[in-house]
């Protein structure tokens, strides 16, 4: 009967459903696993001027590895992890480097510029030597050598002293 078939076609459609929902189900539960390997291992979410242990280190350098290396990449959870990796390693300068280095890859000299700049202006990155020459570096790169020499200048002039 016509009610009968609607029925059926209702439960197929329930059981398409549900082995999709069980498909993405499963997909998250192997990415969650996946992550819970960098997440289990690092136990400092804040800044804080005491450094960082050697194998925090290394769990962040695998962690953002293994991100940049997913396929397909999602850049928006890439940036998230990029920015949540530099409030307890702001005092690492690789791994500024490292964002600024991607970010130039994906959007240009002019927003590297702009994260390198930001950090300089709130003061993370002010007077710190390795800093400096990367801002310097990037500045020649945006065909401003005389505010590159300027800087490194002023950073002479301070640490001279």
Not at 58 to 71: M, Q, V
Not at 104 to 123: I, M, N, P, Q, T
Not at 131 to 160: N, Q
Request: charged residues 35%; proline residues 4%; glycine residues 2%.
């Amino acid at each position: 009967t016509a009610d009968q078939l609607e029925r059926q076609q209702l439960m197929t459609r329930k059981l398409a459903f549900l082995e999709e929902y069980e498909a993405i189900y499963r997909k998250a539960i192997v990415e969650v696993e996946e992550l819970r390997v960098f997440e289990s291992r690092l136990t400092r979410p804040y800044f804080h001027n005491n450094p960082l242990s050697e194998a925090q280190l290394e769990t962040w350098r695998r962690y953002l590895d293994a991100e940049e290396t997913r396929e397909p990449r999602d850049e928006c959870r890439l940036q998230a992890l990029y920015k949540r990796c530099l409030v307890p390693a702001n005092n690492y300068m690789e791994f500024w480097i490292r964002y600024v280095d991607h970010l130039e890859k994906k959007d240009g000299l002019e927003r590297a510029h702009e994260v390198l700049e930001a950090a300089f202006s709130s003061g993370r990155l002010r007077g710190r030597p390795d800093a400096i020459i990367a801002m310097a570096e990037l500045e020649e790169h945006l065909g401003k050598p005389d505010r590159a020499r300027e800087m490194l200048d002023e950073a002479w002039a301070t640490c001279s002293q």
